[in-house]
């Protein structure tokens, strides 16, 4: 196990800012008391927030940023602001060794940006990848990337997220030999680009990694619990990911629709509360809050801008695990393994 986690919170990122984050910091620090926290924002506006968390007060540094990146902010017009911003200082903390992690529920593409640019990659990661939770009706969540980072990925990249996403699986799901899957059009060895072929064939061989390589998946059975790690580039992934949030918001508010629709339904909702509370909380993305933006060189959690205190603390959650189990050592450990696998068939 590693050191305790320090985590940077860029305070002022999500749709509240400093009540949410702080709340959500409180709230991940009651269920772990190992944390600590650098926060960066407008120092009064964190004091006011922190006054009212006195268990964060002995364990929390605040540093006073003038700026904020907002949700309209450009990439290219964040990171010209890295050093004055929120996002950019708690960015820069990570890199220089003050904070293991950092979480924020900022502006997605400034945080990559930004994030690529002060980190930068692994050895032996070309691209970093989106990665995120998912829920299932197995017995556990599932891992998948890319969400978004990379709209074109070639089949070295596609190994890559599969490395980084099994690694991740067995950090996070406590799962010693992650299922891994490949998203394609059909599951037969012949459907899919020649990107997705040529991965599928690296992986198929690569069974000394700490992986179970299944090979490809449809995108109808990916919430049926029979995969621990989906892969796909990040143009598929984000459609994949919105198809799958936009069915649950469906379903949800169609089940309201349905119990609200007459005296009988009302009735029924009642005597099936339990059930419909147990989806509720399933579909919920608090439960599931934390993305990560795995293959950089420190570790960073993306938040969602929605997120509430229980959404943000199951972020700094996901952040103090991936520094407590070494993440990045154990990527660097399997990339090394398949340098080693290659030079060993080279030299044969």
């Known amino acids: 196990m590693g050191s305790a986690p320090r985590i940077a919170i860029d305070a002022m990122g999500g749709d509240v800012g400093p009540e949410v984050m702080l709340a959500g910091a409180a709230l991940a620090f009651k269920r772990r008391s190992d944390l600590s ?43 010209r602001r890295a050093r004055t911003t929120s996002m950019g200082k708690a960015i820069a903390a990570v890199k220089a060794g003050e904070a293991q992690a ?3 529920g900022g502006n997605t593409g ?14 032996g990661i070309d691209r970093p990848a989106l990665a995120a939770l998912l829920p299932t009706l197995g017995e556990n969540d599932l891992v998948m990337l890319d969400l978004g980072a ?23 799901l406590d799962l010693p030999r992650p299922r891994v899957q490949l998203l394609n059009i059909g599951t037969e060895e012949m459907k899919g680009t020649d990107e997705l072929k040529d991965a599928a064939a690296v992986l198929r061989e690569a069974d000394y990694l700490g992986m179970s390589f299944d090979g490809f998946i449809e995108s109808d059975k990916i919430s049926r619990g029979d995969v621990d790690v989906v892969v796909t580039d990040g143009f598929s ?42 989806l509720r909380h399933h579909l919920d993305p608090n439960s599931h809050n934390g993305a990560v933006f795995l293959g950089l060189n420190g570790l960073v ?11 943000v603390a199951n972020a ?33």
């Open 37 to 79: 926290f650098l926060l960066f924002g407008d120092e009064a506006a964190i004091r006011a927030e922190l006054d009212t968390h006195d268990a964060l007060t002995g364990i929390s540094e605040i540093v006073h940023c003038e700026d904020v990146i907002s949700a309209e902010d450009r990439p290219r017009q964040a990171i």
């Open 102 to 104: 950092m979480v924020s």
């Open 110 to 123: 400034a945080l990559m940006a930004m994030s690529k640019l002060a980190l930068r990659t692994m050895p």
């Open 150 to 172: 990379n709209t074109e990925c070639d089949a070295q990249n596609l190994v890559q997220f599969a490395v980084m996403g099994a690694a991740y699986a067995r950090v996070v």
């Open 237 to 278: 992934g984000n459609i994949a990911l919105k198809s799958v949030e936009g069915t649950a918001r469906f379903v949800t508010d169609l089940l309201r629709r349905a119990f609200s629709s007459s005296i009988r339904s009302k009735i029924g909702f009642l005597i099936s509360r339990p059930a419909t509370e147990l």
């Open 301 to 311: 959690v993306k938040s969602h801008g929605s997120a509430t205190e229980r959404g």
């Open 316 to 348: 700094i959650r996901v952040a103090a695990r991936m520094v407590r189990e070494d993440l990045t050592r154990k990527i660097i450990e399997d990339l090394d393994n398949i340098s080693a696998h290659r030079a060993a068939v080279a030299a044969k």
